[in-house]
């Protein structure tokens, strides 16, 4: 009789945990983590601007628009490097951000080229 009574407090379970996974997903797949936009906008946005293509300091530098193919098309690891290294006149983050936050600039690098900029 007991395993009975327990059935609807397992489906209960059961319901809950399916739907937060659920949510979790659809998350994930439309919003960047928070802190990797922090980042990006505290760091990179001066000269790319928050959306990838471009502030007028970023332009008169000429950095290129992120949401290009050129850029879109090089793979996470091409980009955590160039961030890494910099090139003139753009700076080199690896003293400045941890790997772990050059990871996420370059993750959110990819996220602008297929959504608008979270701000
Ligand atoms: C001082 C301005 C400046 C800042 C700050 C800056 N960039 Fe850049 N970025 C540039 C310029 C200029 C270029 C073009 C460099 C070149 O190819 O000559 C560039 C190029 C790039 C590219 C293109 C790489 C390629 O191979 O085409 C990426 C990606 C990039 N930056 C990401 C970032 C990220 C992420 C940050 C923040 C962590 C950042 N940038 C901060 C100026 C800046």
Redesign the pocket.
């Known amino acids: 009789m007991k395993s009975i009574h327990l059935q609807p407090i397992f489906l209960g379970f059961l319901f809950t945990a399916l739907s937060v996974s659920v949510l979790g997903q659809s998350t994930h797949s439309s919003r960047p983590p928070a802190q990797a936009a922090d ?2 906008n505290s ?2 946005a ?3 601007g928050p959306d990838g293509t471009g502030s007028s ?2 332009k008169a ?4 628009n ?1 949401r290009s193919a ?2 879109q098309k ?1 793979s996470n690891a ?2 955590v490097r ?2 890494r290294e910099g ?5 080199p ?1 690896k003293g400045q ?1 941890t790997d772990e936050q ?1 990871a996420e ?2 993750a ?2 990819h996220w602008l080229g297929r959504h608008k900029a979270r701000q």
């Open positions: 980042t990006f760091y990179c001066v000269c790319h300091t970023g530098l000429n950095a290129p992120l050129a850029v090089q091409a980009l160039f961030i090139k003139e006149p753009m700076p983050f951000l050059i600039a370059a959110y690098v």
